[in-house]
Nanobody, 124 residues
């Protein structure tokens, strides 16, 4: 059974850094297309960063240069290093795995597995 578990969220101040981790079980993260999404109440889930089957990272414009997505093979986990955090980065962050269609890395319905989320709150 495939399971994803996010961790690392918290409350920080603007300009701070935070690293999220998504521990996977039941499958090897290096064989998946994976991504991080985020969601604020009342809004749709937004793709933030993705890693395709070849290890190519992709980012939404709002986080380019500030966030880095990577795989930690030793722990079979997907990480998201977040720097220069802004209040607008405040959201519940979700890990997603097993995307099906090339080119739709930031489409929620393209992923087969999801974690429960971890909250990130950035204050001024």
């Amino acid at each position: 059974q495939v399971q994803l578990a996010e961790s690392g969220g918290g409350s920080v101040q603007a300009g701070d850094s935070l690293t999220l981790s998504c521990a996977a079980s039941g499958y090897s993260v290096s064989r998946w297309c994976m991504a991080w999404f985020r969601q604020v109440p009342g809004k749709e889930r937004e793709g933030v960063a993705a890693l395709d089957w070849f290890g190519t990272p992709r980012y939404v414009d709002s986080v380019k240069g500030r966030f880095t997505i990577s795989i930690e093979s030793a722990n079979n986990s997907l990480n998201l290093q977040m720097g220069s955090l802004k209040p607008e980065d405040t959201a519940m962050y979700f890990c997603a795995a097993d995307c099906r269609l090339i080119g739709e890395f930031f489409v929620e319905s393209n992923y087969g597995y999801w974690g429960q989320g971890t909250q990130v709150t950035v204050s001024t």
